[in-house]
């Protein structure tokens, strides 16, 4: 049985202070490119106003860990806030290093790139694994974590982006079925030595939850850590107020919102068609791909947005949304338990009732 052992890093900050916040600021490597919009949107009107009583102070810090900027901030004494958000962005880190599906160091690249049929893995890794497979049976199939060969063939950051010919997509096709990976205790089974696994569409919502773990276990009790597409509230605003979640209006001006959410300790995350995306002949392409065809998902839905208990349940749903379309999706989202809301977005970028 093969093993995998990968060390921890950590992140440096640098800080810089104003007279009401700490930003801790890091130095960017990777260029975010024009085509990827943040689906969620802090509402300016939510923010604490300072009329009255001194507010806590808040101490926040962007980055770029799991394909997307990030931002985390935290209220309260700024020592330790400064403290928690440090061990946060430490602990994004170390995620990257087990589930990135890239980075040639990471856990799960190493696990893609097994040369036994069994793998001893972290907790961390069966567990994301582990709950991608029951989401698998949950939508039918449709949602699939073993996706990667299909996603190896997509590009759709790049400056000239193409369609994969049908030849290789069929061909990559064949190699995805969830049904070939087993999960007993740490130990991860494959049946197929071609079968890759891709947590893309989870493990962002795995990590803010983890996140408001650990920011809670440093004492802090308000804040909001931000994943780009996914937003998880810790607890309210300092004044107890709701978060305001701005939703993105799909195709439009960045920060153009076509509702607002009102978030308490909780998780929002939305998936959509204009996320990431390339046109090609007049057809767009969408990064939401369908394991099944290999090609991005045809759907009526442009967006799918779901307030949940757990970000990794609305971090799953929101994708399987898109690829149920309309009417499969508000079927399964209204027998689950642990949702606090769900907004759908049509064709033409019409709201349509939950």
Not at 103 to 128: F, G, I, K, M, P
Not at 227 to 249: A, E, F, H, R, Y
């Amino acid at each position: 049985m093969q093993k995998l052992i990968l060390k921890n890093a950590r992140t440096v900050a640098h800080v810089r202070k104003s007279a009401r916040a700490t930003v801790l600021s890091v130095n960017f490597k990777t260029i975010i490119k024009t085509g990827v919009l943040a689906a969620l949107l802090l509402v300016p009107g939510f923010f604490i106003s300072g009329c009255g009583s001194k507010q806590p102070e808040m101490v926040s810090k962007q980055g770029f860990y799991f394909d997307t900027v990030i931002g985390i901030e935290a209220y309260g004494n700024p020592d330790d806030a400064k403290d928690a958000i440090e061990h946060a962005f430490a602990l994004c880190q170390d995620m990257e290093k087990t589930f990135s599906r890239t980075r040639s160091d990471s856990e799960l690249y190493a696990l893609n790139h097994r040369t036994e049929q069994s793998v001893e893995v972290s907790d961390e890794l069966a567990e994301v694994i582990s709950a991608g497979l029951s989401y698998y049976e949950l939508s039918e199939g449709r949602f699939d974590i073993t996706i990667a060969p299909v996603s190896e063939l997509w590009d759709f950051k790049s400056e000239n982006p193409r369609v994969p010919d049908d030849d290789s997509i069929a061909e990559a096709v064949a190699k995805v079925d969830a049904r070939k990976v087993h999960v007993q205790g740490n130990t991860i089974t494959f049946d197929s030595p071609d079968t890759m696994i891709d947590l893309g569409a989870i493990v962002k919502g795995y990590a803010a939850d983890r996140l408001k773990e650990r920011m809670e276990e440093d004492g802090i009790t308000s804040g909001m850590i931000n994943l780009g597409g996914n937003v998880m509230t810790i607890g309210s605003k300092p004044d107890g107020t709701d978060w305001g979640v701005g939703i993105q209006k799909p195709f439009a001006e960045r920060n153009e919102t076509i509702a607002t959410v009102r978030a308490s300790d909780c998780s929002v995350v939305s998936s959509g068609v204009y996320e990431r995306y390339f046109e090609t002949d007049g057809i767009r392409y969408s990064h939401i791909l369908d394991a099944s065809t290999g090609y991005p998902a045809d759907t009526d839905l442009w967006q799918a947005t779901v307030v949940t208990d757990s970000s990794m349940q609305g971090d799953v749903l929101s994708t399987v949304c898109m690829l149920l379309g309309y009417e499969k999706a508000r079927q399964l989202t209204g027998q689950l338990d642990g949702i606090r809301q769900v907004l759908f977005v049509g064709d033409g970028g019409v709201l349509l009732e939950p």
